[in-house]
Nanobody, 119 residues
Framework: QEKLVESGGGLVQPGGSLVLSCATS????????MGWYRQAPGKQRELVAE???????NYAESAQGRLTISKDSDRNSVDLAIRTLEPEDTAVYYC?????????????WGGGRQVSVPS
């Protein structure tokens, strides 16, 4: 059974916006740092934004201003809203849930969602 179920994405015209959602279980979303990563063609996967179990948010420098990560406790999901899309945003976007303590830990990844912004 998949731990993380992503939705959203697709083909979006430059200047448009979209929301990617990552649904999971309540136990995972309340215990994990939830993050969105992206991997552009020919490039390494990189962090876009993450939100900790306490609600602290961290954005990649390239994501400042146009991207917003948020946690929806009712839906047990983490959303990534992207505004003013640019061709450089074209990538596969992945959701990640990670947690580590002295006694246990996990690192789950979603299957990825393609976002394409034509030039």
């Amino acid at each position: 059974q998949e731990k993380l179920v992503e939705s959203g994405g697709g083909l979006v015209q430059p200047g448009g916006s979209l929301v990617l959602s990552c649904a999971t279980s309540r136990s995972i979303i309340t215990s994990s740092t939830m993050g969105w990563y992206r991997q552009a063609p020919g490039k390494q996967r990189e962090l876009v934004a993450e939100i900790t179990q306490n609600g602290n948010v961290n954005y990649a420098e390239s994501a400042q201003g146009r991207l917003t990560i948020s946690k929806d406790s009712d839906r047990n999901s983490v959303d990534l809203a992207i505004r003013t899309l640019e061709p450089e945003d074209t990538a596969v976007y992945y959701c990640r849930a990670s947690m580590r303590t002295l006694l246990r830990g996990y690192d789950y990844w979603g299957g990825g969602r393609q976002v394409s912004v034509p030039s």
